[in-house]
Each structure stands twice: as C-alpha cells, then as structure tokens.
C-alpha cells in the first residue's frame, strides 16, 4: 500500500488488530463461545484484517481530540468486543455487524467536516453503506430460516469485498486526501 501513514496509526492498527484477535480467541477458548458456522469466523478474521488497514490510514489523518470520532471509536471497539461473545448466535452477530457499519458511516460523515473533502472518506463512507445493506439483507435472511445460506452469503460477498478494496482497487491509500490538501494548499 502507501507508505504515508504515520507511525502511531501504524502501530495503533496493529494493536487493535491483534487485540480483538486474542479477545476472540479467549473467547472461544476460556468461554467455549464457539461460533456456530465457519461463515462467522471467516466473516470476522476477514473484518479484523479490513480493520487493521481502516485504521492504519484513518488515524493519520483524523484530528486528535475530536470527542465525535472518539466516541465513535469507542462504539467500534464495543461492537468488536461484543461479536466473540454472540459467535454462537448469528441473529446477534449480524445485529452487530450491522450497528458497526452504521457507526463506521457516521464517524467518516463526521470526519469529512474536520478533514475537508475527500474521495477517501466518501468512498469508504459508499463501502460502509453497503455493509449496512449486506447485514440487512443476510439478517432478512436469517430470520426467515435461511440461516445456513445467508451465513455463507454474507462471509463470501464480505470476503471478496475485501479482497477488491484491498488489493484490486485499494480504498486505503492516502494519496486520495493528500492531493486535496496539496490542491488546498497551492490554491491559497
């Protein structure tokens, strides 16, 4: 990816990465919570990997001391906690998933204003959106008895989203919000 991150966001991204990834575990293992499909540990690993790279490129450029984005934040982080502990109900793992994405959309609506435009923040705010809608549509799914299908739907469009922002069109690269600040700047 870019090499414009800084190193506090780096090192952020990888300790809450790694820290909701042992929280699951001891989860699973101390509390024998254990996941009631493969598609839920798929859909998780995959959501700790997307949070990592989330939170690499938006601690570089969000304002320290914004109680907004701190509380956001904070509301991300307790959603991530909480999904170990519901492993075993999808009904409740999706209920989560679908608050997350709804949080996740309202922290980079708000960081739009302290940060400027940005084709960075829209475009992961439009991704967001659409977590929203395949939570919903997986969550219709479950309760009208397709718990099995709706499971293995949600991992595998979640996973192949993740591989397209990752890796076939990367939404993580700061260069996006940083020609709008050099654009800014050079029009002053």
């Not at 659409?130 to 595998?156: D, R």
Request: proline residues 3%; hydrophobic residues 55%.
């Amino acid at each position: 990816m870019s090499g414009n991150f800084s190193q506090q966001a780096i090192t952020k991204a990888w300790f809450v990465s790694f820290l909701f990834f042992f929280w699951a575990l001891i989860v699973v293992y101390k509390f024998n919570i254990y996941p009631q499909s493969p598609a839920i540990s798929i859909f998780y690993l995959t959501l700790l990997i997307n949070t990592y790279f989330s939170v690499r490129a938006f601690a570089t450029i969000t304002p320290r001391g914004n109680w907004i984005q701190g509380l956001c934040d904070f509301l991300l982080g307790l959603c991530l906690a909480i999904m170990p502990l519901v492993f075993n109900s999808p009904v409740n793992f999706v209920l989560i998933n679908l608050f997350l994405f709804i949080i996740a959309s309202l922290k980079y609506v708000f960081l739009v204003s302290l940060t400027g435009f940005s084709k960075l923040l829209y475009r992961k705010i439009r991704i967001d959106i659409l977590g929203i809608l395949l939570c919903a549509l997986c969550l219709t799914g479950i309760l009208f008895g397709f718990a099995y299908w709706s499971l293995k739907f949600f991992a595998f469009i979640f996973l192949l989203a993740n591989v397209y922002v990752l890796f076939h069109r990367p939404l993580y690269l700061l260069e996006h919000h940083l020609e709008k600040i050099i654009d800014d700047f050079i029009k002053k």
